[in-house]
């Protein structure tokens, strides 16, 4: 039994191509400047974090986009 061939796309209509490109991923994200980047010292021992939880959110909210 043979494995089934698969299509080749080629792209006719560069213009409306390119213009598709440039509309489909624009995004604005606004930052809230008084958001506390990074982690207060908790005053306890072992290392203490570099980030604040809501910079780490912020991060994985923007990765899942």
Do not use: E, V
Not at 10 to 28: M, Q, S
């Amino acid at each position: 039994m043979k494995k089934p061939t698969h299509k080749i796309y080629r792209t006719t209509n560069w213009p409306a191509y390119n213009r598709a490109l440039i509309n489909c991923g624009n995004i604005a994200i606004w930052f809230d400047p008084n958001t506390q980047w990074y982690a207060q010292s908790q005053g306890k021992q072992g290392r203490s974090q570099t980030y604040s939880d809501t910079a780490i959110q912020c991060c994985l909210m923007i990765k899942s986009l």
